[in-house]
DNA sequence: ATTAGCACTCTATATTGAAGAGTGCTAATA
DNA sequence: TATTAGCACTCTTCAATATAGAGTGCTAAT
């Protein structure tokens, strides 16, 4: 699909695309003649810019003024860095050194991801935390809340906890209900949800109704969590907005409304990142590429991760403009998601 | 402290706040001439705000332009509604009927309350929730999670849950975690956490050398979390944004984001929160009243909320900009402040 | 193949001018 | 004495205009 550029060319390209990440302003021939490595003048690199133009990776925003990259033309160049880029290992280190991951709650865990990654990046990460449809359950717990309402604690693998509140058919006594978490924690033991339920509905104890009607209202909620996540903001994880908005193409209010607006609607990112989950390794998205119509010009980097037993798998992602330093974002994306994998 | 108004005088500044309230333009004595009920033309209305400006209630932003309110200004015009206007009997049912109880915690209700009072009001709601520190515990329950950490289940009054991970001393069986959660809930019920302390170091069975260093963990994590939120989303609940990106005050670039910057850092507004709540009622900042000196031009309603036991306090406010519509804001968020004392 | 030179285009910024809104003051009025 | 009409004055806002500067494309020379 690639066509093959001169090296010529792609030296030209580059510095557009480097200086453009720097300035945001359209970069001039006369800028790229002084300090690209190439000696050439400026009428030289006017003529490659041309030519560049008519391949499509620079763009003119109005007659003879400077050239700023288009979407091919990051694409292009983040194809070159991608081989030659890597994460220091002082940042790496650093990173690691300050994951504080003890007592933690994978809640926790991956806001404490965002933050970090909003740090290095000063662009806005989002994190997807993983389903528990296809963990394996570790533990239910009954509780007794008061007369009609009953607490339901589940333990998945990978640290995920959720509680649930269901409505009880009878006043049952506490004692009670610890005696059927016991008996169902027998059963339970390192199924997913899907197998629970066969499971639950074939070594079901006949005579007690009781506990019947009490697994019929997890499994009622179970079925409910599947398709329909409950709770946005235990789902998707967004950083500091901050960052995106000191960026100089959000510096009027059209702009900046548009941006927060589209960031209000989760759903729009969450599609992105469940997108993003069922690739393996590192996907860009470019300005107008993706449905993201709402806004032009921004970029997102995204990576899946995974506990090695293969389970409870989520994506990782940073949102910035186009114009992003993808030369020091994608590593940190690769490496925070390759972090999550140890952790979890 | 308040100043004897003259009727004519309270008039024409209600008149001046009500029409800065719609328009957000300084308001000129030919407009008021029209449309108030005294009839007096604009010559005279010129004199009564000239006098009204050197009481301090109203504002010139230039030499001969119209006048805007001041703070004294909107604090005068708060009283005088503050005993006449109430909530309309519909609007009560309407939000009544849209709160949605069943089956929810505690977290759900807050942000149910912060969405509805975000669409009635269209400014920008936030929400303390209840400390649990004087709240009843109901429940604790241990569940296992791996060879080295506890899931420690804690349930108080009012359906506020906490889930806390702890590292073991060492590895627990679930059963022998079961046993001792059935032996410390017999010994929990109806304390709060200051006075289980006592009651555990009293009741402690000396030869349970295991069982103590489980209670001491939780014991020390109470300690710990007691003035330290651990984490802000579970504490303050921020409503929508965006509603305050429509009012034009924040329509240029630096007065947005100095409005963003300012919400980003919690802490602002829950020390704000956390005074509103020791007090009883509905109370009032307007702007550069507080130390809120961050954004002029911006006005918080507060209310404390509590349940009927006394215990489970928190609050509930929203923030507008200073041109907020009081008549309409102050009723709604103190109904919605009664509202959540009654499901609590 | 490369470059110097030049006319040309377009943006960005400052300047100007006119229109309009609103005031304060004074003198006239009821 | 309280109210009002009239008028000169101030200040903002908006559009039109002028100017400077950056960058180009093209041509002719090297």
Redesign the pocket.
């Known amino acids: 699909m690639e066509e093959f550029l001169n090296e010529r060319f792609q030296e030209v390209l580059h510095c557009i695309i480097e200086e453009y990440i720097v300035t945001a302003?359209?970069?001039?021939?006369?800028?790229i003649a002084g300090k690209c490595s190439l000696?050439?003048?400026?009428?030289?690199i006017?003529?490659i810019?041309?030519s560049l133009?008519e391949k499509g990776y620079i763009h003119?925003?109005?007659?003879?003024?400077?050239?700023v990259p288009t979407s091919s033309g990051y694409k292009f160049y983040i194809n070159s860095i991608l081989k030659t880029k890597k994460i220091s290992k002082q940042q790496k280190e650093e990173i690691r050194s300050s994951f504080n991951i003890s007592g933690k709650d994978i809640k926790k865990i991956l806001w404490q991801a965002v933050h970090l990654l909003s740090e290095i990046s000063h662009y806005m990460p989002i994190v997807l935390a993983p389903e528990r449809t296809y963990a394996n359950l570790l533990h239910i717990e009954f509780i007794k809340l008061d007369k009609s309402n009953l607490l339901v604690v589940t333990v998945f693998d990978g640290g995920i906890v959720e509680n649930k509140i269901i409505s009880a058919d009878r006043d049952y006594a506490q004692a009670e209900l610890s005696k059927y978490s016991v008996k169902l924690n027998e059963i339970i033991n390192g199924h997913n949800i899907d197998e629970l339920k066969d499971v639950i509905l074939k070594s079901i104890d006949k005579d007690r109704k009781s506990f019947f009607s009490l697994l019929n209202g997890i499994i009622f909620n179970f079925d409910l969590a599947k398709d329909k996540i409950v709770n946005e903001d235990d789902y998707l994880y967004i950083g500091s907005r901050m960052n995106l908005f000191d960026e100089p193409e959000f510096s009027n209010y059209e702009k900046i409304k548009s941006l927060v607006k589209a960031f209000e609607d989760k759903k729009t990112i969450i599609k992105l990142l469940e997108l993003a989950k069922q690739k393996e390794g590192i996907h860009i998205f470019i300005g107008s590429d993706t449905e993201w119509s709402d806004i032009n010009g921004l970029s997102v980097i995204t990576a899946s991760y995974h506990s090695k037993k293969g389970f409870a798998e989520g994506s990782i992602g940073l949102i910035g403009p186009s114009r992003m330093n993808y030369a020091t974002a994608i590593p940190a994306v690769n490496y925070m998601a390759k972090l999550l994998c140890d952790i979890i």
């Open positions: 302003n359209p970069v001039g021939s006369k800028f000696n050439l003048s400026s009428a030289s006017r003529n810019m041309a133009e003119q925003p109005y007659f003879s003024a400077g050239r």
